[in-house]
Every structure is written in C-alpha cells, then in structure tokens.
T-cell receptor, first 110, second 112 residues
Framework: KNEVEQSPQNLTAQEGEFITINCSYS?????LHWLQQHPGGGIVSLFM???GKKKHGRLIATINIQEKHSSLHITASHPRDSAVYIC????????????FGKGTHLIIQP | NAGVTQTPKFQVLKTGQSMTLQCAQD?????MYWYRQDPGMGLRLIYY???????DKGEVPNGYNVSRLNKREFSLRLESAAPSQTSVYFC???????????FGPGTRLTVT
C-alpha cells in the first residue's frame, strides 16, 4: 500500500513569496497528481506527472522518481492562491484510484 | 458540458436509515470513483469502477455498496447509515490515457 506524505501541513506566507509544497511516497507509482481544493470545497486537478517537470502559469510541479519525491511551487503568490493543495499517487495502471496525502493548507496574506 | 454531477448536495440521516448517492458524468469516461473526505484523514477511496460492468473495493469499502448503472452513472449506497459515515463524499471520473481525475462538487452527509 502506498503511503503519501505531504509537508508542511499548514503554510502562511505574504503575497509575492515563492511557495514550495513537498510530497513523498513510499512505493513506485505510475503517476503523481497535484490537486487544489478551494475554500468552497471543490477539487480540481492541477497537474499529473510521471517524470520531469510541468508548468502552468505561476505553478510548477516537479517529480524525482528515484527519490520518490515531488514538489509543487507557486511563484509570485497571490491571496487567490489560498487553498488546500493535495498530492496523490496512482500505483496501478491508472484506473485504480488515487492514494492521497493529507493536504497542505496554504494562506497567502496581502 | 456539466462534467461530474452529484446529488444530493447535503443530506442528514438518522442511524440505521439507508440512502443512495448519485453520480453522473458526461465526458464519456470509462473509470469512476467514490471517495470520502474526513478532517485529519484526507481523501480515501471507497470503491471504484475501472470500466462499465466492473467494480472494485478501495481502501474503506465497509458499510457501502456501489452500482455502475451504465457508462455515465455510478451510485453509492449506504444500507444502514452509522455516525462514522458522516463525511463529505466525492465522485470522480477519468479516462485513458492520462487518467486525470475530474471531481464532482461533493455531498455533505451527516448521520445522527
């Protein structure tokens, strides 16, 4: 069974700061997902990656397969980035569902 | 495109009552999932359906049953609700090749 650990659990930063959220997992995976949960409760997929790096706007996700570690970075953070960020892993062929970390609650203060 | 829809949005049950949570997707996805989210525990997989006609247990299946009614619909049934099933329930769907997951808005269930 895959264990997915995230750090930090809570993070408060000032607007404009560079943010890093870390995720580690215990066994080999087929893909690593980063999700965002808004204060209203909705969950959206930000990235899905199995190697290397992906970038979307101010968000960057990286993964190191050998070290079983992924990071989510936010550049030039803004109060609207305040949300819970969740990493999750799939170990099977992809259709088997996700194993989640417990999430990082991010607050960006103006 | 509505994406993934769930009904109801909120529900209060008494211990021992039964109910079915409904989920539908209009993206022609093969795979569908039910998750529950609890404070301090994160999201956990209850059941999934990798394709129409198949269902499999996830991490926390006890007390639940599922039905993959057709390719669009995947329902979750609580036969005899217990206070431990108080949670927020999310349905999701995905498809090859990426299996990126699309989530419904969630159902907040309270069992008293």
């Amino acid at each position: 069974k895959n264990e997915v650990e995230q750090s930090p659990q809570n993070l408060t930063a000032q607007e404009g700061e560079f943010i890093t959220i870390n995720c580690s997992y215990s066994v080999g995976i087929s893909a690593l997902h980063w999700l965002q949960q808004h204060p209203g409760g909705g969950i959206v997929s930000l990235f899905m990656l199995s190697s290397g790096k992906k970038k979307h706007g101010r968000l960057i996700a990286t993964i190191n397969i050998q070290e079983k570690h992924s990071s989510l970075h936010i550049t030039a953070s803004h109060p609207r980035d305040s949300a819970v960020y969740i990493c999750a892993a799939t170990s099977g062929g992809g259709a088997d569902g996700l194993t989640f970390g417990k999430g990082t609650h991010l607050i960006i203060q103006p | 495109n509505a994406g993934v829809t769930q009904t109801p949005k909120f529900q209060v049950l008494k211990t021992g009552q039964s109910m079915t949570l409904q989920c539908a997707q209009d993206m022609n996805h093969n795979s569908m999932y039910w998750y529950r989210q609890d404070p301090g525990m994160g999201l956990r997989l209850i059941y999934y359906s990798a394709s129409e006609g198949t269902t499999d247990k996830g991490e926390v299946p006890n007390g639940y049953n599922v039905s993959r009614l057709n390719k669009r619909e995947f329902s979750l049934r609580l036969e005899s609700a217990a206070p431990s099933q108080t949670s927020v329930y999310f349905c999701a769907s995905s498809a090859q090749p990426s299996y990126e997951q699309y989530f419904g808005p969630g159902t907040r269930l309270t069992v008293t």
